[in-house]
């Protein structure tokens, strides 16, 4: 089992910047793919980065490729989300999850993919 824990969520202005951090308890963190999602008040989950298990490989969300960056460091277990240039429409929470796999593939960027999830950080951003 792995359990996960978000933090570095807060309010900042649009154009700020955050970083977000998922800590994962368990041995077997390195032979998991990472993800963040995000979901808006009234809106469904969405996919926001995910990340290979070794962080070789990486797919974003179009609404924010070019301004986030996901990446992992294995031998602390956490997995990051550095958010640049913020805007309003950003504004959510943000949740890490993880799926027990080597393996590389598109259903990465689907919520059934993940095995376990964070309970979530709220990220908002005024304009």
């Known amino acids: 089992q792995v359990q996960l824990v978000e933090s570095g969520g807060g309010l900042v202005q649009a154009g700020g910047s955050l970083r977000l951090s998922c800590a994962a308890s368990?041995?077997?963190?390195?032979?998991?793919?990472m993800g963040w999602f995000r979901q808006a008040p009234g809106k469904e989950r969405e996919f926001v980065a995910a990340?290979?298990?070794?962080?070789?490989?990486?797919y974003y969300a179009d609404s924010v490729k070019g301004r986030f960056t996901i990446s992992r460091d294995n031998a602390k277990n956490t997995v990051y989300l550095q958010m640049n240039s913020l805007k309003p429409e950003d504004t959510a929470v943000y949740y890490c999850?993880?799926?027990?796999?080597?393996?590389?593939?598109?259903?990465?960027?689907?919520?059934?993919?993940?095995?376990?999830w964070g309970q979530g950080t709220q990220v908002t951003v005024s304009s």
């Open positions: 999850a993880a799926k027990g796999t080597t393996e590389w593939s598109i259903h990465l960027t689907r919520r059934y993919a993940y095995d376990y």
């Open positions: 990340i290979s298990w070794r962080g070789g490989s990486t």
């Open positions: 368990g041995r077997t963190f390195i032979s998991y793919a």
